[in-house]
């Protein structure tokens, strides 16, 4: 027993003698466990509370309800907050910690670490306001180190005689434990959200009870629902395609009674109601039952399985393709009566159907050797067909070849062979796999069309040699009385001038000017058929001398337009240099001709290399700013005799551009016509620069 | 030494505008005819020899470019001069004929007055004794104005 000291804290009531404590305050602190022994034989002197004995009654209250509860208590009592707890508190001291020592302590020495927050509560406290906290977080030194310890508490102010307030009672309870396990529990539900996220499943929660439906996001977004909890199951029904409807409901009727155990696994299509995006899903889950064996929920999850289930039935129609390819090959082979073989190439060892043998010449039931097969080749075609295995076995792997085999009665077939060869790593082929077909009758036709064709060419280009020939003399023979016509009129205008009348003049013009005409039109014919004479030489030709030549020989024209001609520095090119100076003659002509009346002319030449379709050409334009055309005369105006104006205007033969056409046809080149009517034309030709063709 | 030219053409008409141009420009021109080839050769053959020959290309039969092929292969012959006579005016034929060895080569024109006027310029150079500088010659067969068609 200690003794209580003399000095004694000023709101004590009464003063004991004695040191010991008296019965009176024994009664209050009887009991109380390892706490209540603790606080009877702990020297209360050492503290500013003093001896028990004089301990004001409040104090001594409010101790013995501390110790006598099962529910943690503290106290801090007086100036110093000196400090006192129960059993039921003490393990939140933990171990190795502040217990024992916090008995009689005062508060700022125990609390070192969380004085600063619990201070300003006891003041607030000792000001007469109580405080409620919950879960709150209060590390605290324990167990040898710094914990996080979650108290729920209540900080209560004690008032004691005078009723000022002596001290604060702290009823609190620990909930680190609660805390931890919400916190795990939190864990685990963001875990699981994660995983149900992750698998991209969706979740659906059904209360049989009240007939709602709920589900994640992301099967209202399968479902096209509106992100709104608890709908009616109806509508989610409504989304199952028509045919499987009555399947689901029917899988949920079975899951929602006692006796199917309530498990539920069915796979059906939904079509959302605003994408109309279909999805074929795997709804698994299972129904929860009271004592009463009614559903009382009824919950689980969805998986997207289109993709699983479309790669399944692909699969399956594979294998049967797979299955079915080998029988509708052999039908197939037979029916185009191919032969097929397969030749391995070490061994020679070669497997081939029947068709095969009968293309051979062999019977069916015998089995013939690779060399018993390639003895039927014809000698002369030997070689053909061994180069062309060899080509397949070096090269690419292809083998093609058209040969003729002799059969034992001495009748030849023509057959054609297709093979692939097959490599293994090493890039060495080691089997040979194809067809064989017997083209004979094929073959015949073939030559005997190519004969007819070679008959009916030679034929045709007779025909046209003979009428190109006709037109030649016909025009050529033509020219002569049309000369004759025109050299007599001249000569009676010349030599009878004087005894003509004025109107005879006019006739006899009028006579001339169509001799004329007629003259230009037969030498049109005349060319248009020497054109096509293949005799005239190719040879180098330098374009700029040709334009200078056209230039001297259209002068007097030039002049009467008041034209100017630009020209480009253009190519020496390779052609028949007489059809070239027509071709570029007729252009410019042309141009001179149907020039405006009331502008003068004006003709630009162009050059330029031009890459069409990966032929190099030399592309010359003849630009003019002449009366044009409209865009509906282009594809006639290369045609022979078609004139685009009034010959009373404009005089031509209507032969000119259809020689153009043909010269650049003949040089393997093309050519073609822009225009704007009114505005002025643009011909274009582009002539390769490897003129020659075969 | 008067002039002696032969026309060979199967052209009456041509042969009477030759005569008569011959006759304008100088009377004393002997002007002999030849419908075809072969009574040309059998004329040169006999000993004929004209001053120059105007050959037609367009005959039946025996055509101009045999004709001038003949002339230019047998050495009696290969020395008269002979201008090709033709409707033609093709480049390509101009150049064959000078190929065969044709002093000159003449479109049969339109107009007298240019027949004439060629006629004239052979004639005055054979006179001149300098027929050769009529050489390669290509003879003005149409007038300015037709130039223009």
């Known amino acids: 027993m200690v003794s209580c000291s003399k000095y004694n804290l000023s709101f004590m009531t009464f003063i004991s003698e004695s040191s010991e404590p008296n019965s009176n305050v024994l009664n209050f602190l009887s009991g109380g466990g390892e706490m209540g022994e603790r606080i009877r034989a702990f020297n209360w002197n050492t503290t500013s509370l003093g001896c028990i004995n004089t301990w004001p009654q409040s104090l001594l209250t409010t101790v013995s309800i501390v110790l006598n509860s099962k529910f943690p208590m503290f106290i801090w009592w007086g100036d110093e907050l000196i400090q006192f707890y129960n059993d039921a508190y003490r393990p939140s001291l933990g171990n190795e910690g502040k217990h024992p020592v916090a008995l009689g302590q005062k508060g700022v020495d125990c609390w070192q670490e969380i004085w600063p927050v619990i201070k300003p509560l006891i003041d607030r406290v000792l000001q007469g306001e109580s405080t409620w906290s919950e879960d709150q977080l209060i590390p605290i030194y324990r167990n040898g180190q710094m914990q996080d310890v979650y108290w729920t508490f209540g900080y209560s102010p004690v008032y004691i005689e005078g009723g000022i307030i002596g001290g604060v009672l702290v009823v609190c309870t620990e909930t680190t434990n609660m805390v931890q396990n919400l916190k795990k529990i939190e864990e685990s539900e963001n875990k699981l959200r994660f995983a149900i996220d992750a698998a991209e499943l969706g979740t659906w929660d059904y209360d049989p009870v009240k007939n709602t439906f709920d589900g994640n996001e992301r099967l209202k977004d399968w479902f096209g629902l509106l992100p709104v909890s608890e709908i009616d199951l109806s509508l989610a029904l409504a989304v199952i395609s028509e045919e499987e409807r009555p399947d689901v409901i029917k899988a949920i009727t079975r899951a929602l009674d006692y006796s199917s155990g309530g498990v539920y696994n069915v796979t059906y299509t939904i079509i959302n109601p605003v994408s109309k995006e279909e999805r074929i899903v795997n709804a698994k889950g299972r129904a929860w039952f009271n004592d009463q064996k009614e559903a009382y929920r009824f919950n689980g999850t969805l998986q997207d399985v289109t993709t699983e289930v479309i790669a399944r039935e692909l699969n399956e129609e594979i294998q049967d393709q797979i299955r079915f390819a080998g029988d509708r090959l052999q039908l197939a082979l037979d029916a185009g009566e191919i032969g097929y073989y397969e030749l391995l190439i070490e061994s020679d060892e070669m497997d081939c159907n029947n068709q095969y043998k009968k293309i051979f010449g062999f019977s069916e039931e015998h089995q013939p050797t690779y060399k018993e097969f390639t003895s039927k080749i014809v000698a002369k075609d030997i070689a053909v067909r061994n180069k062309a295995i060899k080509k397949a076995m070096e090269g690419g792997g292809i083998y093609n070849a058209e040969y003729r085999v002799e059969h034992s009665n001495g009748e030849i077939r023509w057959v054609k062979s297709f093979g692939k060869a097959m490599f293994d790593d090493a890039h060495k082929p080691f089997k040979l796999i194809g067809m064989i077909l017997d083209i004979t009758e094929h073959k015949q036709f073939a030559e005997e069309l190519s004969k007819q064709v070679r008959q009916r060419t030679t034929e045709l280009k007779q025909t046209n040699a003979d009428l190109l020939q006709f037109a030649h003399v016909a025009s050529h023979d033509l020219k002569e009385p049309v000369r004759k016509v025109k050299i007599f009129t001249n000569r009676i205008k010349e030599e009878f001038k004087p005894l003509i009348p004025e109107k005879g003049h006019l006739y006899l013009d009028k006579i001339l000017h169509s001799t004329d005409r007629m003259i230009s039109m037969i030498e049109g014919v005349l060319t248009y058929s020497t054109l096509s004479d293949l005799s005239q030489a190719m040879g180098k030709i330098d374009l700029n001398e040709i334009i200078i030549n056209i230039k001297k020989d259209l002068e007097i024209l030039i002049d009467e337009k008041e034209a100017t001609i630009t020209t480009d520095k253009l190519p020496v090119i390779q052609g028949v240099p007489v059809l070239i100076y027509q071709l570029f003659y007729n252009l410019i002509n042309n141009a001179l001709k149907f020039s405006k009346t009331d502008e003068a002319s004006q003709i630009a030449i162009t050059y330029a290399r031009e890459n069409v379709s990966g032929i190099e050409y030399e592309k010359l334009t003849i630009t003019d700013n002449g009366i044009g055309f409209s865009e509906e005369d282009v594809e006639k105006m290369f045609d022979a005799f078609i004139r685009l104006n009034s010959k009373d205007k404009y005089e031509g033969t209507g032969l000119g551009l259809a020689l153009c056409k043909k010269i650049v046809d003949r040089h393997n080149g093309i050519i073609f016509a822009n225009g704007v009517k009114d505005i002025g034309a643009v011909f274009t030709i582009l002539l390769p620069l490897n003129t020659i063709k075969s | ?149």
């Open chain 2, 1 to 149: 030494m008067a002039i002696e030219f032969l026309l060979v053409d199967d052209d009456a008409d041509d042969s009477d505008l030759i005569f008569e141009a011959l006759s304008e420009i100088d009377p004393n021109v002997k002007y002999t005819y030849a419908m075809e080839g072969p009574e040309a050769f059998s004329m040169l053959e006999n000993g004929y020899a004209p001053s120059v020959i105007f050959l037609d290309i367009n005959m039946p039969g025996m055509n101009g470019w045999n004709c001038l092929t003949k002339l230019k292969a047998e050495e009696q012959f290969k020395k008269i001069p002979v201008v090709m006579y033709s409707t033609s005016s093709y480049p390509h034929e101009i150049e064959k004929a000078f190929k065969l060895g044709a002093l000159a080569f003449f479109t049969k024109p339109n107009h007298y007055t240019l027949l004439k006027k060629n006629i004239k310029i052979i004639l005055d150079a054979l006179h001149g004794g300098d027929i050769q500088s009529l050489d390669k010659t290509v003879l003005e067969s149409i007038t300015p104005s037709e130039k223009k068609h």
